[in-house]
């Protein structure tokens, strides 16, 4: 009988997130040994043909335990989740998704020995009496949106599993994500993804955010660098079970408007705030990350400028 290969499964792995981290993580690892997952094919070329894919809906315990027959899971990402502006949409199902989709993960990584499992936090877990400016590690949470609710409760069950069953469980608590190879996935910071796109497909966009709006924001290449790093850590390291403030920047819609015209000077841009301006301002403008700083190394490579002048270049070739 031939024995089973250690693997890396990723749930989620169609997400702005997944997409990139599936890719990073085969490169390290090989493709064969780094299983994506989601609860459809990817449309992602790359992705769907660079190494194995399997459907899983991971509000189907039974989907997680088949793949036992296929794959000895050594490590989990568990991606999948409904974010802000999508979730207030339905919060009930939102709920069930974040919740019961990381109940079930945490409980086949017990019963299966899965040696380490990764579940990405937010800043939505922060509310309007959290201090905005320099949000400590510790400090007021009151989220006021069921993705921020699922995210405060998840990162309470992560420790809880840690400290009562002694799994290996990390997280970050992302700002917003800023990619160009996948699209935006529902999230109060997508203006900032979109506002790229827009730009050189129509030199203006229209912001659902006003344009003072400062918020957290991070590139991919610094996010999958921040969470690889995590995970490579000694587990003694890894001090904080529920989940760590990470930061790059902070700015404003004027502001990446502004960091755009550098390239595009005739570059313009509208305000019509709508629902997601009422979740934005309940979130920090800047992040504490100390600890992730002291603990594991933590530090990010990209500013605002060299971030835009990365995006656009990336997205003019891929245009062309």
Same mark, same amino acid.
Request: hydrophobic share 35%; with cysteine; glycine share 6%.
């Given at each position: 009988?031939?024995?089973?290969?250690?693997?890396?499964?990723?749930?989620?792995?169609c997400?702005?997130?997944?997409?990139?981290?599936?890719?990073?993580?085969?490169?390290?690892?090989?493709?064969?040994?780094?299983?994506?997952?989601?609860?459809?094919?990817?449309?992602?070329?790359?992705?769907?043909?660079?190494?194995p894919?399997?459907?899983?809906?991971?509000?189907?315990?039974?989907?997680?335990?088949?793949?036992?027959?296929?794959?000895?899971?050594?490590?989990?990402?568990?991606?999948?989740?409904?974010?802000?502006?999508t979730? !207030?949409?339905?919060?009930?199902?939102?709920?069930?998704?974040?919740?019961?989709?990381?109940?079930?993960?945490?409980?086949?990584?017990?019963?299966?020995?899965? !040696?380490?499992?990764?579940?990405?936090?937010?800043?939505?877990?922060?509310?309007?009496?959290?201090?905005?400016?320099?949000?400590?590690?510790?400090?007021?949470?009151?989220?006021?949106?069921?993705?921020?609710?699922?995210?405060?409760?998840?990162?309470?069950?992560c420790?809880y599993?840690?400290?009562?069953?002694?799994?290996?469980?990390?997280?970050l608590?992302?700002?917003?994500?800023?990619?160009?190879?996948?699209?935006?996935?529902?999230?109060?910071t997508?203006?900032?993804?979109?506002?790229?796109?827009?730009?050189?497909?129509?030199?203006?966009?229209?912001?659902?955010?006003?344009?003072?709006?400062?918020?957290p924001?991070?590139?991919?290449?610094?996010?999958?660098?921040?969470?690889?790093d995590?995970?490579?850590?000694?587990?003694?390291?890894?001090?904080?079970?529920?989940?760590?403030?990470?930061?790059?920047?902070?700015?404003?819609? !004027?502001?990446?408007?502004?960091?755009?015209?550098?390239?595009?000077?005739?570059?313009?841009?509208?305000? !019509?705030?709508d629902?997601?301006?009422?979740?934005?301002?309940?979130?920090?403008?800047?992040?504490?990350?100390?600890?992730?700083?002291?603990?594991?190394?933590?530090?990010?490579?990209?500013?605002l400028?060299?971030?835009?002048?990365d995006?656009?270049?990336?997205?003019?070739?891929?245009?062309?």
């Amino acid at each position: 009988m031939t024995k089973k290969p250690h693997t890396i499964l990723v749930i989620g792995a169609c997400g702005q997130l997944g997409s990139e981290l599936t890719l990073e993580l085969r490169k390290i690892y090989g493709d064969a040994n780094v299983v994506a997952a989601d609860i459809q094919y990817p449309k992602q070329a790359e992705l769907r043909e660079s190494g194995p894919f399997e459907i899983v809906d991971v509000l189907t315990p039974q989907h997680l335990t088949d793949l036992t027959s296929k794959y000895k899971v050594k490590q989990i990402y568990h991606l999948a989740a409904i974010l802000s502006a999508t979730g !207030e949409k339905n919060p009930k199902f939102a709920w069930r998704l974040n919740m019961d989709g990381l109940f079930n993960v945490l409980d086949f990584a017990l019963e299966h020995k899965v !040696e380490k499992v990764y579940w990405p936090s937010s800043i939505a877990v922060f509310g309007p009496n959290t201090p905005r400016e320099n949000t400590p590690q510790n400090t007021i949470m009151d989220p006021n949106t069921v993705y921020g609710i699922s995210k405060q409760a998840g990162e309470r069950w992560c420790e809880y599993y840690f400290l009562k069953y002694g799994l290996d469980v990390r997280s970050l608590r992302y700002p917003g994500l800023i990619g160009y190879k996948a699209l935006p996935g529902g999230g109060t910071t997508d203006y900032a993804v979109d506002i790229y796109h827009q730009a050189l497909a129509k030199g203006t966009y229209k912001c659902f955010l006003s344009e003072h709006t400062r918020l957290p924001m991070m590139y991919m290449p610094d996010a999958l660098k921040g969470t690889l790093d995590l995970m490579h850590a000694p587990a003694e390291q890894v001090k904080i079970r529920s989940s760590y403030n990470l930061a790059a920047m902070s700015f404003t819609p !004027e502001e990446i408007a502004g960091s755009i015209r550098r390239h595009y000077p005739d570059f313009t841009i509208t305000y !019509e705030p709508d629902m997601r301006q009422q979740i934005a301002d309940s979130w920090p403008q800047s992040i504490d990350d100390l600890a992730a700083r002291q603990d594991w190394g933590w530090k990010p490579q990209y500013d605002l400028h060299t971030m835009t002048d990365d995006m656009l270049l990336h997205l003019k070739r891929i245009n062309n």
